[in-house]
């Protein structure tokens, strides 16, 4: 399997929930998550931008 990120080539290397990522895109959108919901941070879910571009991947994070 290789990265579901769109245009990448990559490898996957990890599993982010049921998705496949490569390694890089995995630790970015771990990281965006982690600051997605620290309670200080006021990112709109709109900008989780790595998110938005694998979630329509995720069946039970569709919406
Ligand atoms: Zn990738």
């Known amino acids: 399997m290789g990265c579901n990120y769109p245009k990448c080539n990559e490898k996957s290397s990890k599993r982010?929930?049921?998705?496949?990522?490569?390694?890089?895109h995995y630790e970015m959108i771990d990281k965006?998550?982690?600051d997605y919901y620290r309670p200080t941070q006021e990112m709109k879910y709109e900008e989780r931008k790595h998110f938005n571009q694998i979630k329509h991947l995720i069946p039970w994070r569709a919406s």
């Open 16 to 24: 982010c929930t049921l998705v496949h990522l490569c390694q890089q």
């Open 32 to 34: 965006e998550t982690n």
